[in-house]
């Protein structure tokens, strides 16, 4: 069993910036790709970015490229998404989750094995 635990989310005013953190447990952190979800109310659970186990990145096209970066530390058990230039649109629960498999895809919330219980990001405009 993985717990996954998310902080950083918070008030901020458009163009502003937040970074997200999600520590893992466990020792096998290192061999998951860790994605990155959102959900607004209303909405569906979306993809927002991913790091791989390889180290390789993944960023929905519309919502986060150019303005978030994934990033991760395997020694800490953390993965971080970096968020700039923040809008009114950004505003969401925010959920870091775990995949476990080396196959699929990654865009999939369904593809995830562990979650976690999310951090909410308000964006004032």
């Given at each position: 069993?993985v717990q996954l ?58 919502s986060a490229k ?45 593809q995830y094995d ?12």
């Amino acid at each position: 069993q993985v717990q996954l635990v998310e902080s950083g989310g918070g008030l901020v005013q458009a163009g502003g910036s937040l970074r997200l953190s999600c520590v893992a447990s466990g020792r096998t952190f290192s061999s998951y790709t860790m994605g990155w979800f959102r959900q607004a109310p209303g909405k569906e659970r979306e993809f927002v970015a991913a790091k791989s186990w390889s180290g390789g990145s993944t960023y929905d096209a519309d919502s986060a490229k150019g303005r978030f970066t994934v990033s991760r530390d395997n020694a800490k058990n953390t993965v971080y998404l970096q968020m700039n230039n923040l809008n009114a649109e950004d505003t969401a629960v925010y959920y870091c989750a775990a995949k476990t498999s080396r196959s699929g895809s990654l865009y999939g919330a369904g593809q995830y094995d562990y979650w976690g219980q999310g951090t909410q990001v308000t964006v004032s405009s």
